[in-house]
Nanobody, 127 residues
Framework: QVQLVESGGQSVQTGDSLRLACVTSLRSFSRHSMGWFRQAPGKERAFVAGFTRFNNNTYYTDSVKGRFTISRDNAKSTMYLQMNSLKPEDTATYYC????????????????????WGQGTQVAVSS
């Protein structure tokens, strides 16, 4: 059974940094497109950042460009999200997700294409 386990979420103040990790049990980690999503209370789960498989092109939602950086360590089957200059609007539960489906810059933002999800880690940013 595939497992994705997020960690690193905590309560911080505006301007602080956090690094989230997603450790997976995926056998062929590099063959999966990976994504970070977040869900704030009362809102839908939304794309934050992601990698396409094989070529590792990265994509970000506009609101985090320049502040967040996604990375992956194929040897450890782990994905990271470095979050700098955090703002209160970044407050949410953050989820990692994986898919073996072919993804494009557009399709990878759609949570429906992802087969595997973690349980989430909470990030709270106070002003």
């Amino acid at each position: 059974q595939v497992q994705l386990v997020e960690s690193g979420g905590q309560s911080v103040q505006t301007g602080d940094s956090l690094r989230l990790a997603c450790v997976t049990s995926l056998r062929s980690f590099s063959r999966h497109s990976m994504g970070w999503f977040r869900q704030a209370p009362g809102k839908e789960r939304a794309f934050v950042a992601g990698f396409t498989r094989f070529n590792n092109n990265t994509y970000y939602t506009d609101s985090v460009k320049g502040r967040f950086t996604i990375s992956r360590d194929n040897a450890k089957s782990t994905m990271y999200l470095q979050m700098n200059s955090l703002k209160p609007e970044d407050t949410a539960t953050y989820y990692c997700a994986a898919t073996q489906a072919y993804t494009t810059a557009q399709s990878m933002r759609d949570r429906r294409i992802y087969n595997y999800w973690g349980q989430g880690t909470q990030v709270a940013v106070s002003s």
